[in-house]
T-cell receptor
């Protein structure tokens, strides 16, 4: 079964609104989680590193004020897409691990966001 | 940037072994090689990972060259359900995985 779970699996929102996506680690604690975005027929692009109890670290070119990340507990990270626009429509995926080099890194099932 | 290069696509007959190559010539001594696959509209699925020894599990085998500059993922008996994009990734410190473009494997009857 899944060890990293995302919710919702898909969401449709109106342009200008905000939408939150949750990423949960099941049965293990993850001090660090990662958020990726994937456009159709492209590879996964790392957006940011979510750190429990501290600010997220964003990759170059990713707007931190637009993609708000909160990692309030060791099993939950949330990504909020603020003031969403149609170009934000994408597949958003998170990952988590037990954090030691050599450990397996697990990915969530992904969340489809469509902004209309 | 991804530290790996893979062929963009490969075909394999059902029931035959699928051998997917990956080059990672700049890999450092303590960096692991991970393989994932992604079936359309799903999150990446973990397959296998290794450091320098060959590894085998119920899904696949991973062969890493002695100089660690390349590796091969082997699916011993490919099925139609193995059709997916396969990503070879070098884990560069911590848990951050940088994806390359992967290999699109098409298994045909």
């Amino acid at each position: 079964g899944a060890v990293v779970s995302q919710h919702p699996s898909w969401v449709i929102c109106k342009s200008g609104t905000s939408v939150k996506i949750e990423c949960r680690s099941l049965d293990f604690q993850a001090t660090t989680m990662f958020w990726y975005r994937q456009f159709p027929k492209q590879s996964l692009m790392l957006m940011a590193t979510s750190n429990e109890g501290s600010k997220a670290t964003y990759e170059q070119g990713v707007e931190k004020d637009k993609f708000l990340i909160n990692h309030a507990s060791l099993t939950l990270s949330t990504l909020t897409v603020t003031s969403a626009h149609p170009e934000d429509s994408s597949f958003y995926i998170c990952s988590a691990s037990l954090s030691a080099q050599g450990d397996t890194i697990y990915f969530g099932e992904g969340s489809w966001l469509t902004v209309v | 940037d991804a530290k790996t290069t893979q062929p963009p696509s490969m075909d394999c007959a059902e029931g035959r072994a699928a051998n997917l190559p990956c080059n990672h010539s700049t890999i450092s001594g303590n960096e692991y090689v991970y393989w994932y696959r992604q079936i359309h509209s799903q999150g990446p699925q973990y397959i296998i990972h290794g450091l320098k020894n060959n590894e085998t599990n119920e899904m696949a085998s991973l062969i890493i060259t002695e100089d660690r500059k390349s590796s091969t993922l082997i699916l011993p008996h490919a099925t139609l359900r193995d059709t997916a994009v396969y990503y070879c990734i070098v884990r560069v410190g911590g848990d951050k995985l940088i994806f390359g473009t992967g290999t699109r494997l098409q298994v045909f009857p």
